[in-house]
């Protein structure tokens, strides 16, 4: 069998109705990596609550199972209204499968795919009927020209749109789709919530918390079975006082009685 034959897909091959695809080959950036984790654990903890938001990165997106060599591998993906799980365990986003492009693509600038994110991407993902693409370079522009650039589709053709550049050097730009402000601050991507006037939380924040939370916890626990502890103790010292006092008391009624009957048997 020969390397291109054994890389052609069992179309035949099906899990939960979604079909098995070849799926990316794992190539670590160690300069993109840490953005790609940041930007997918903060959106999973916004929608982890969600069954119906699908946040990925991991897989291929397809038009169709036969166009299977036409495809591509954003580093970041949202699609609202669809499966998460059947998606997630398909591995892959066939979008003729899943009825929906996805809402919403990001792709973290890299030297070895800087040029065919912003030359090339762009159309395929505009033929997708993805409705929005964003780029995010954290060097401020040495891979995409730009820190932050989004694109919009209006009327089937890619819009860029517009950015703001605030006093403090944060540049925003705002996804209709997540409904939320992407903020390039000092060669990080956040993402600002309008309605809360807050930025969500990073991962690691995130995480502190929920270490700061179980640590609480913990705390709580053992202050509880420490007064447990204390209440049983007491309980127990007080059950030997009772029966201290019930001896004693049973001892001195039988002195009493002793020494009545002494007295008795006196002439």
């Not at 080959?25 to 982890?48: A, C, F, I």
Request: overall charge negative.
């Amino acid at each position: 069998m020969t390397a291109r034959a054994a890389a052609q897909p069992t179309l035949s091959g099906r899990r939960k109705g979604y079909t098995i695809l070849p799926v990316p080959p794992k190539m670590l950036d160690m300069n993109q990596e840490p953005y790609n984790t940041s930007v997918r654990s903060t959106l999973k903890t916004r929608y982890q609550d969600d069954p119906r938001v699908l946040v990925g990165g991991e897989g291929y997106i397809y038009e169709s199972p036969s166009e299977w060599r036409n495809r591509l591998a954003p580093d970041c993906l949202v699609t609202f209204d669809v499966d998460a799980e059947d998606i997630r365990e398909a591995r892959n986003y066939v979008i003729s499968e899943v009825g929906k492009p996805p809402d919403w693509v990001l792709e973290v600038a890299s030297i070895s795919t800087a040029r065919r994110d912003y030359r090339y991407k762009p159309r395929v993902y505009e033929a997708f009927g993805i409705p929005e693409y964003w780029l995010f370079d954290h060097t401020g522009g040495r891979f995409y020209r730009k820190p932050l650039t989004g694109y919009l589709l209006v009327d089937g053709e890619y819009m860029e749109t517009e950015l703001i550049d605030l006093p403090n050097g944060e540049i925003r730009g705002y996804s209709p789709a997540l409904g939320l402000y992407l903020c390039w601050i000092e060669g990080n991507l956040r993402f600002y919530d309008p309605v809360e006037r807050e930025y969500l939380r990073e991962h690691h924040e995130s995480e502190t918390q929920r270490m700061a939370a179980e640590a609480r916890a913990d705390a709580a626990e053992a202050r509880a079975d420490a007064v447990e502890t204390a209440l049983t103790a007491a309980r127990s010292e007080l059950s030997e006082m009772r029966a201290r006092a019930e001896s004693e008391a049973a001892e001195r009624l039988r002195i009493q009685d002793l020494l009545r009957r002494l007295k008795e048997q006196r002439p």
